[in-house]
């Protein structure tokens, strides 16, 4: 089983950046697709972005351009860039695990997930 801790959030203003970081713990990286799910006050969780055990990628059309996921397996670590931040981007944002072959969008496909980190974009 796999343990997850997100880090990386914090207060920014629009049009800014952070980096988010999932580290993983008890199993390696590699077996797993990854996935950025956000959920803001009230609302759903949604998805984010993913990246498959072969590194293949996929983007929510909210953040399109904007985000980039990415994984190193040797830190078995998994990252969100996160540019050009609107106030809607503002959520508490979660790291997850899904032993899915295809890279899937959808949160009950994914059984391993981490404590989330807030992400606040001022205007």
Known sequence: ????????????QAGGSLRLSCAASGRTLSSY???WFRQAP????EFVSAIG????TYHADSVKGR????RDN???TVY?????????DTAVYYCAATT?????TTVQEYAYWGQGTQVTVSS
Not at 67 to 70: A, C, P, Q, V
Not at 80 to 88: F, R, V, Y
């Open 42 to 45: 009230g609302k759903e969780r």
């Open 33 to 35: 697709a990854m996935g």
């Open 53 to 56: 055990r072969s590194g293949i």
């Open 100 to 104: 899915k072959v295809v890279v899937t």
């Open 80 to 88: 969100l860039q996160m540019n050009s931040l609107k106030p809607e």
């Open 1 to 12: 089983q796999v343990q997850l801790v997100e880090s990386g959030g914090g207060l920014v």
């Open 67 to 70: 985000f980039t996921i990415s």
């Open 74 to 76: 040797a830190k078995n």
